[in-house]
T-cell receptor, first 109, second 116 residues
């Protein structure tokens, strides 16, 4: 079965700093989804990547999928307190998404 | 506004009781899902439905039941057979999902269930 591993598990950064979250799959990815979650709330869709080498950006968040389609990274430029939360990657497993365990991001002034 | 509505937000259950979590969507999606989220374990699929009157077990279906009588509704019942039901439950919906389809899965705001 497919497994997703996220790193780091937790990240604390100062406001204005850049950061990267990684998501590694045990199998080739047919689609990789990034979501953001505030604790105790629902998941907010950020981006979805399908093609090897693909890169997408939204505001200050950029996601990439490597050429081999087994690893994705999420990069935040000039972090702000509004970026704080849990970031989850999800893999297209046909009828469902399989999720990583999440990365908890804290941003302090 | 279009979206997914889950209720209640907080629910307390006594041991031995069955409880039902509601999920309604007005996105006209055929597929609906229930996930369970525990600290440090990500999300795990309980049940999913691709069409009305049909549903399939996910990875952790034991102790749960669902129904899909209407396209917009997919309630989840947590039965007394579920040994550790305290968790955060998330309902989701999408256009029918197939591998590589690239369809986005949208999530509701979640429901907290606590056994007392």
């Amino acid at each position: 079965s497919q497994e997703l591993e996220q790193s780091p598990q937790s990240l604390i950064v100062q406001e204005g700093k850049n950061l990267t979250i990684n998501c590694t799959s045990s199998k080739t990815l047919y689609g990789l989804y990034w979501y953001k979650q505030k604790y105790g709330e629902g998941l907010i869709f950020l981006m979805m990547l399908q093609k090897g080498g693909e890169e997408k950006s939204h505001e200050k968040i950029t996601a990439k999928l490597d050429e081999k389609k087994q690893q994705s990274s999420l990069h935040i430029t000039a972090s702000q307190p509004s970026h704080a939360g849990i970031y989850l990657c999800g893999a297209d497993a046909g009828y469902k998404l399989i999720f990583g365990t999440g990365t908890r991001l804290q941003v302090f002034p | 506004d279009g979206g997914i509505t889950q209720s209640p937000k907080y629910l307390f259950r006594k041991e031995g009781q069955n409880v039902t979590l509601s999920c309604e969507q007005n996105l006209n999606h055929d597929a609906m899902y229930w996930y369970r989220q525990d600290p440090g374990q990500g999300l795990r699929l309980i049940y999913y439905s691709q069409i009305v009157n049909d549903f399939q077990k996910g990875d952790i279906a034991e102790g749960y039941s669902v129904s899909r009588e209407k396209k917009e509704s997919f309630p989840l019942t947590v039965t007394s057979a579920q040994k550790n039901p305290t968790a955060f439950y998330l309902c989701a919906s999408s256009i029918v999902q197939r591998r590589g389809s690239g369809n986005t899965i949208y999530f509701g705001e979640g429901s907290w269930l606590t056994v007392v």
